[in-house]
Nanobody
Framework: VQLVESGGGSVQTGGSLRLACAASENVSKYYMAWFRQAPGNLREGVAYIDINGYTTYAHSVKDRFTISKDNAKNTLYLQMDSLKPEDTAMYYC???????????????WGQGTQVTVS
């Protein structure tokens, strides 16, 4: 599966952005997640959704970010509210037919979309 992220940009502290990840095939059979990587930092998982719609969040984004998936549109979303400067990073979506949760084991990755909060 090919993944293409969009929706990144620059926003002020407290603002919102919605990221989208368009997949080349039906996403209903994939476990999917959003990751981010800031300069000098390791890539970290921030939100995960399984094939049944169960979600998991990193503690740093819980209650601010919402992951969702539209199987009809083959698209994964990340709604980001109450953004903070520490959310600044390149954001990537990932997919696999195995459940990796917030771990980095995914087989398929997008190219990333930059989010900058100032």
């Amino acid at each position: 599966v090919q993944l293409v992220e969009s929706g990144g940009g620059s926003v002020q502290t407290g603002g919102s952005l919605r990221l989208a990840c368009a997949a080349s095939e039906n996403v209903s059979k994939y476990y999917m997640a959003w990751f981010r990587q800031a300069p000098g930092n390791l890539r970290e998982g921030v939100a995960y959704i399984d094939i049944n719609g169960y979600t998991t969040y990193a503690h740093s984004v819980k209650d601010r970010f919402t992951i969702s998936k539209d199987n009809a549109k083959n698209t994964l979303y990340l709604q980001m509210d109450s953004l903070k400067p520490e959310d600044t990073a390149m954001y990537y979506c990932a997919a696999d037919q195995l459940a990796f949760g917030l771990s980095n084991g995914y087989c398929y990755w997008g190219q990333g979309t930059q989010v900058t909060v100032s």
